[in-house]
């Protein structure tokens, strides 16, 4: 009766399982490096984010859902991402300038929510 494998042929085996054992490791520490960067900016940009809410409900006395929608539309009208939106807002606590288009949409988001109020 034939052997299946030789002693050669078992190590190789052996260093093929191995490695893909290696391999499989590698890449799910790869996955979770990046799964780590990408919550660690998510993070980050939810403070932001917060803090620039905050801001419109000082504005324009409302709720934090309010504020919440009032960016997403001045973000999705200006075709900016909401984070640079809300950085930009924040921006203006030290003395930098609102970027035109933000400026524009975000007064006509305050006019929109003022209006609705009124109703």
């Not at 093929?16 to 490791?25: G, K, M, Q």
């Not at 803090?51 to 409302?62: D, I, K, S, T």
């Not at 950085?87 to 975000?106: C, Y």
């Amino acid at each position: 009766m034939r052997q299946l494998t030789t002693p050669r042929e078992e190590q190789r085996l052996l260093t093929a399982v191995a490695s893909a054992e290696e391999t499989a490791l590698l890449t799910e520490v790869v996955e979770l490096r990046t799964r780590n960067e990408q919550l660690g900016r998510a993070l980050a940009s939810r403070a932001v984010i917060d803090q620039a809410r905050g801001m419109v409900m000082a504005l324009a006395p409302c709720s934090s859902e309010r504020a919440w929608d009032l960016l997403v539309d001045v973000s999705q009208h200006c075709n900016v991402k909401l984070r640079d939106v809300a950085a930009a807002l924040v921006a203006t606590t030290k003395d930098e300038t609102l970027p035109e288009p933000i400026q524009r949409e975000l007064r006509r988001a305050l006019r929109r929510l003022h209006l609705a109020d009124r109703r």
